[in-house]
């Protein structure tokens, strides 16, 4: 299985924040990694695809980059509405493996 | 396109757990179609997938005790997973797998107790 090792695990940021997140995986993936969002009680939400894709309707503040074994997701300028857990997600392979979770909270 | 789980909320142990996934505003004939878990405060795990011609993939930790059929007259597909213990405890989502997951059920819970 490919393993995926998100970082930081849990952050704090303020509103208007740049925040990264980092992905990586132990082989490469190419670009096949995804990203999600999630908050309490609801499913995870598509936010990037192919590493650097914008799903349709996520807001431009929302920016994918990488390839290989090294991603990142970036929010150019956090929003009260971000604060939520994201989770990375490889395509490549199966079994389709996802990271452990990076809380991003209020500060 | 809209997905809805349903099946029993409780499921004791050793028995089989079976959902069934609702799909409207698309046909499950085209793309993948897959089954997430996630335990209560813990990540994401992917549980398998069947695509549009009827083939399957299990994730090997789950391979020997998961089944994922479709009925497309119904445009449906289903998970069955058998001789559940407490550790099968999540909330269980479909989703369309395209192959980022870009359209998602909005869980079901199922415990797995006596």
């Known amino acids: 299985d490919i393993q995926m090792t998100q970082s930081p695990s849990s952050l704090s940021a303020s509103v208007g924040d740049r925040v990264t997140i980092t992905c990586r995986a132990n082989q490469s993936i190419r670009s096949y990694l995804n990203w999600y969002q999630q908050k309490p009680g609801k499913a995870p939400k598509l936010l990037i695809y192919a590493a650097s894709s914008l799903q349709s309707g996520v807001p431009s503040r929302f920016s994918g980059s990488g390839s290989g074994t090294d991603f990142t997701l970036t929010i150019s300028s956090l929003q009260p509405e971000d604060f939520a857990t994201y989770y990375c997600q490889q395509s490549y392979s199966t079994p389709q493996t996802f990271g452990q979770g990076t809380k991003v909270e209020i500060k | 396109v809209q997905l809805q789980e349903s099946g029993p909320g409780l499921v004791k142990p050793s028995e089989t757990l079976s959902l069934t996934c609702t799909v409207s505003g698309g046909s499950i004939s085209s793309y993948y179609w897959s089954w997430i878990r996630q335990p209560p405060g813990k990540g994401l795990e992917w549980i398998g997938y069947?695509?549009?011609?009827?083939?399957?993939s299990y994730n090997p930790s789950l391979k020997s005790r998961v089944t994922i059929s479709a009925d497309t007259s119904n445009n449906q597909f289903s998970l069955k997973l058998s001789s559940v213990t407490a550790a099968d405890t999540a909330v269980y989502y479909c989703?369309?797998?395209?192959?980022?997951?870009?359209?998602w059920g909005q869980g079901t819970l199922v415990t797995v107790s006596s």
């Open positions: 989703a369309r797998t395209t192959p980022s997951y870009d359209y």
């Open positions: 069947i695509n549009y011609s009827g083939s399957t």
